[in-house]
């Protein structure tokens, strides 16, 4: 990424509240703290790492206001009150000019079918291929190779990276993100055993992703059996997740990478599954939930809990046992101490 | 989905046994009977469904033959053997008007290498890229963005949803369907190490799909080191599947989604893979055996057993153990409680 | 795979040490001993196959100095020190006859941005694209539909699959192989929660592949969050893996089919992580550890370290702990009978 900025621009981007020291330099990358050169910028986002400060070679770092100590020569100290989010807001305006908003228009090089219907607003990268009835919303950006299918829907301000795929009847509401190679609208593992073989059931139903949703590069979602799988607004999904068909997922969840969703599944809003997470089909996972890393859900969880293991259990439960589970080598040997002192020998003569 | 079927055609698509009450309303969608609304068909599939029926707002409901209550005002009740069958008939029916075989021939915007040979009947969507050598069967239907390599043949009848690749050399016999994304033919993972780094091993070996498989979104099958990886006839796997160079599957499995099957496994006939399994390299799996979801296998399977677990146990004793295990902070205190009663102290005292 | 080798010209190919017997046929496909027909080349790689070898009815087969047997008439026993790496010679012979290196020039179906530098010995297939002030390095082969963003810079001597895309900033130095349809330069998945919703923290930075790296195919690896995402020299990556963002691996590592690696994870070189494994945030996995199949690892691992299970313990415990685990029942069996000869009354009667 190549953008420049000097101290000044720095401070009003951030709105730093206090500044000590001063840099000439011009701040050209941004780096962690024990990493950084002079022309970087640098910041203390977590505590943890509060003894890397006076050794960081940054031109600047930032700093939350309560940080006392006092940058070297040269090196200027910016204080706020939450050093994560003045980085966010410098990372947004780097972010503006590494990625400006393209200019509306059709690339010539992407196939429209004649009933597709254009936003004049939108943009349509290289090698899009966009299906008769499908429609593409306002300011929409489809980047390359990108695929709309038949009569599917695509909102105002939604950004589909290379690769996107979008089938047929599927609807995106306004402001999706779909990474590269995502794949919305794959037909739903649907089969029904018949005469020694297994014939496919007809999947004719449709995905609905609402409004704000982030949906990750190579991750899957089916479409439904009839209706629809849904994705509930403000919801976000990482990369190579399986949502399989009739899927109804709420608002605000995050579904981190490499979790599978089986069909019928509901999942309400605010819950929060981490990587790698199995559910099994047709169960309910209550609002707020947390599932953690690996676990495997095999029946319905109560709103707010929060589950661990494969199979599932309550977290500390889990917890408890996972530390009784590497004394098990020492329990065999105190029952077989127990053993040794009551022979049944023993037992048997005396009775 | 647009479509509208009066209640006459919906009896006669169905075969419809047995009908009560009538309605006027032509059908436009299918819903759930929680969720139908007038102008839905809804159905029950499933007896534990059974309560919902009278309330439910459906214009007609497909009820299995013994089911005995009174539709409402408006409404029609239709009888049939299996409600779930008459439903696939309806779901297929409309699939055919949403998806209607496109008329043959091969898209402006598609790139067919000199030498390759596509039938006159086959359908070559746009942005198709067909290299030299490669052939396409009768019917075959490439939509679009789709990749087959050199040397590679499809058979008659494929579907080849958009995205999906066929490396170099790779063969689908007939009636394959590869959804979005499905990746046929990259290179095994085997390296020798050589002098302190990993030399690639050449991949020349192809993959072969037999007839009637069905291959999920993204999911990826590698070419053999030597010879071929094979999936076998009937055999459907799910999305976002791995399977490994040289694994040979039987005919009529079932693998479903994030599954992972390392090199040169065997896979017999009508084996079925649950969700997030793992199976380690060169085991074979035996015919029937039924594996469970995220289990891992690490030893040859016996014909029509059940496992489950990681490392992976009989159902019936990890199901077994599963239980034990969340009593563990239980067994740890009944123990102490022994040792409490006879301490070591007394017991070398006794000695 | 088409090709066909006289024995003169397979003995001059594999360097072949003593021959014993003879054979007319030519070669025409390489095939394990039990399966191997006449024309075919077999070879004893797994000593355990060896009492395979009288039987085979390949023309040739390569095997170890010290095997004894006498080859059947009109076949050909060829042995050598190695014969995998015997082997690996053959099918490197092989794999350049089947896969030429192409001629150098971009395929009038590829879409390049004017300020795009392509060197003039690289190859660019059909419907690549390839945006603005990005760079193609010397002899660089991007095979079909390839996607090439914005800045993003491809060394010498890469490889790039069908399908495979590398998204703006991003860098691949010198013989990187990218296998279908591997991303590289998602966005990291990352938000910061606020005023009820999942605010998006913008992911900047870009992904660095070192030389000699290979990326499965569907492999997903996440642009940071600023500063670089890295992929060391040498290793080897298999398909469906997720890395995120700034995650750091270094030199020669291998990462098996469906791992995932959260975020800021540090893998020291020579690390070998198994299929399905999945590490947890901030984590550093030391030099030269082993990872088995399906662990979840939840702190920082030791260098040289082997671990398994999830979550995971060393090696060895974890082995005893599966062992012990099975035995539970028969624990809870025995521990009964212990408190049956001595029943809590009796103890409360003799106290």
Known sequence: MEFSFTSQEIATIIGAGTARGATTETIRDIASLSTARPGDLSFLGNPKYKTEVPACAASI???PLDYDGEPRPGQLYLHVANPSVALAKLCSRIERLLRPKPAPGIHPGALIAPTARIAASATIGP??????????GERAHLEAQVFVGARAAIGDDCLLMPGARVASECVLKNRVRLQIGAVIGSDGFGYEWLDGHHEKVPQI???LIEDDVEIGANTTIDRARFSQTVVGQGTKIDNLVQIAHNVIIGKHCLICSQTGISGSVT????????GQVGVAGHLTIGRG?????????????????TLKGSPANPYLLEQRIN???????ELFQ?????????PAEKTSANA
């Open 61 to 63: 770092i930032i700093l």
């Open 289 to 305: 939930a947390k599932i953690t890393a690996q676990t495997g859900v095999n029946a319905d969880v109560a709103p707010g809990a």
């Open 205 to 207: 139903g449709r995905v």
């Open 267 to 274: 999942i309400e809003d605010y819950a929060i599954l981490a």
């Open 127 to 136: 090698l899009c291929v966009i299906e008769d009835g499908a429609s593409i």
């Open 323 to 329: 530390v009784l589970r590497q004394r098990l080598p």
């Open 334 to 342: 105190r029952v077989s101490r127990l053993e040794k002192k009551f």
